[in-house]
Structure formats: structure tokens, C-alpha cells
């Protein structure tokens, strides 16, 4: 792995990144993109810069195209400042079904900001709606920073982000 991308990644990411390449046989370092990213983004409250990207791709090796590839393509990576805590509501059939459009309007209302926004705080952001988040039993759901929030009603929303204040 690269020393260059020292000064932008701290030790910490480096190491999970490092983690990440061992799971991987040799020269596979591309594999790991997705985790580097990750650890990157949430230890730069939830998004990620042109420097961070061009770092994780000087540790790694790779051409920078690739590691923006990756970071453009997944709805789970941010290239802008986001909310501190990121709000997903599956939009998907068996979410639709069972009441996801009352959830996005309850988070809409409760937060005072509409899906791809931020609150003027900086504390919460409404992620456009997602397609699917794989949870259909559980349906409606939300997730929140990776955490998966199931069977929702607007009072189980408001009580997960009371938590959060």
C-alpha cells in the first residue's frame, strides 16, 4: 500500500483498509474499494471529497478513476456534505404496499425538509427515497446510518430520531 495517501487518511482508515485488502488474494486490492470508501466517508461526517478518494485510490494502488466509479455508482457514498445521520426510506413495492409514502411524508414534516435535503442544522439528511433495502418482511422500513428500522409507523419514526437528537 501507498504512503502518499498518509496525510490525507488517518491511521485509523488505513488500518480498516488494510483489514480489508488481507481478506483478498494478492493484487485483488481493487476489491476493497467499497470498505475503504466506507471508512473514509463516516470518519468525514458522511460524505467524501476528491482528496479522500484520490487518497483511498493512492493507498491502494489503483488508478483514481476507479475508486470514483465505485463512489458515483452506490447510493450509499455522498460526494457532498450531507446530515450528519442518513435517513433512507424503501420505496419498493411491499414498502409502497404498506405505508412507506406515510413514512417520507411524516420524515418530510418532522424534519422540515424534503427527500435529498439536509437539515439547516446539519444533524439529518433525507436521502432520495431507495429502491429496495432488502427488507420486504419488515416492511415498511427505514435505515438510518446502516441500521435497519422495520414494521415503522410514524410514531416508531419519531422515536427512532428522538434517539438521535
Not at 74 to 86: C, L
Not at 102 to 109: C, G, M, P, T
Not at 120 to 140: H, I, M, Q, T
Request: proline residues 4%; charged residues 25%; negative net charge.
Amino acid at each position: 500500500m501507498s504512503d502518499g495517501a498518509g496525510q490525507v487518511l488517518s491511521a485509523h482508515v488505513r488500518e480498516e483498509i488494510d483489514h480489508w485488502v488481507a481478506k483478498f488474494p494478492k493484487g485483488r486490492q481493487r476489491s476493497a474499494i467499497i470498505a475503504a470508501l466506507q471508512a473514509a466517508q463516516h470518519e468525514n461526517e458522511g460524505f467524501l471529497t476528491p482528496e479522500i478518494m484520490d487518497g483511498v485510490a493512492a493507498y491502494l494502488g489503483l488508478p483514481a478513476i476507479q475508486v470514483y466509479e465505485v463512489a458515483t455508482f452506490y447510493s450509499m457514498f455522498e460526494t457532498k456534505p450531507v446530515g450528519r445521520h442518513s435517513i433512507s426510506v424503501c420505496t419498493n413495492i411491499s414498502c409502497m404496499l404498506r405505508g412507506s409514502d406515510e413514512i417520507v411524508a411524516h420524515l418530510e414534516s418532522r424534519l422540515g425538509i424534503r427527500t435529498g435535503e439536509s437539515t439547516p442544522d446539519g444533524k439529518f439528511y433525507l436521502k432520495r427515497e431507495e429502491e429496495c433495502l432488502a427488507s420486504c418482511c419488515g416492511a415498511p422500513m427505514m435505515m438510518i446510518d446502516h441500521h435497519y428500522y422495520e414494521n415503522l409507523t410514524p410514531e416508531k419514526v419519531d422515536e427512532v430520531i428522538e434517539k438521535l437528537k
